[in-house]
């Protein structure tokens, strides 16, 4: 049984056109991530949500939004996506603190910008 | 700023033998050390999380260390197979008021029949 499902999994957008990843999960956790991740790299930390406390990473480019609209739910929103933005997005839950952020990752939603 | 550092070459090895990943980490000092495994095209998988306070830990053919002084964590795989082909990430979370999770680039494990 899917517990964090991503939506869609392949995404293609044209260069500028506003795009919208979804993520939901029924595992009912406190924390959801969004990271980016390009090939052969680390999976990086854009923004995540503690319950409805949202931390933005530092270098997350402002053209990167997020939402959180419930528990279950939450959005990535790129305003003006650029060639550079082409890459696999994840999005993971974890309950919480020290012990409790073994991660739960989604399969991703790939994004190609042509 | 917090590091984590893997090797990033393939490790190539031959079936029944055992892997060894290291992680490395730098400007922090985690509480919990967790690895990942990631296959091609897919999000990663949750494998092990070891305390600061437990040298190792092991789950079925999986073991982990970790060295606080050395600021390393090594991961083991024993009579590797095939289907252990993969990347394996290393992550801590950082206590900052939020609790986030950092990853390592990971590094790429061949297993040859």
């Known amino acids: 049984d899917a517990m964090v499902i991503q939506n869609p999994r392949y995404q293609v957008t044209q260069f500028g056109k506003p795009v919208t990843l979804s993520c939901s999960q029924t595992?009912?956790?406190?924390?959801m991530y969004w990271y980016q991740q390009k090939s052969s790299q680390a999976p990086k930390l854009l923004f995540h949500?503690?319950?409805?406390?949202?931390?933005n990473e530092a270098d997350t480019p402002d053209n990167f939004q997020s939402r959180r609209p419930n528990t279950s739910f939450c959005f990535l929103d790129i305003r003006s996506p650029g060639l550079g933005d082409a890459a696999m997005y994840l999005c993971?839950?974890?309950?919480?603190?020290?012990?409790?952020?073994?991660?739960?990752f989604g399969q991703g939603t790939r994004l190609t910008v042509v | 700023s917090q590091k984590i550092e893997q090797n990033s070459e393939a490790l190539n090895i031959q079936e029944g033998k055992t892997a060894t990943l290291t992680c490395n980490y730098t400007?922090?000092?985690?509480?919990?050390l967790q690895w990942y495994r990631q296959d091609p095209g897919r999000g990663p998988v949750f494998l092990l999380l070891?305390?600061?306070?437990?040298k190792e830990k092991r789950k079925e053919r999986l073991k982990v260390t970790f060295d606080t002084t050395l600021k390393q964590s090594l991961f083991h795989i024993t009579a590797s197979q095939p289907a252990d082909s993969a990347t394996y990430l290393c992550?801590?979370?950082?206590?900052?008021?939020?609790?986030?999770?950092?990853f390592g680039t990971g590094t790429r494990l061949l297993v040859s029949p």
């Open positions: 993971a839950t974890s309950r919480g603190t020290g012990e409790n952020t073994e991660a739960f």
């Open positions: 595992l009912n956790h406190n924390v």
């Open positions: 949500y503690y319950d409805k406390d949202f931390n």
């Open positions: 400007n922090y000092s985690p509480a919990y």
């Open positions: 070891i305390r600061e306070n437990e």
């Open positions: 992550a801590f979370s950082l206590n900052t008021g939020f609790q986030k999770l950092v």
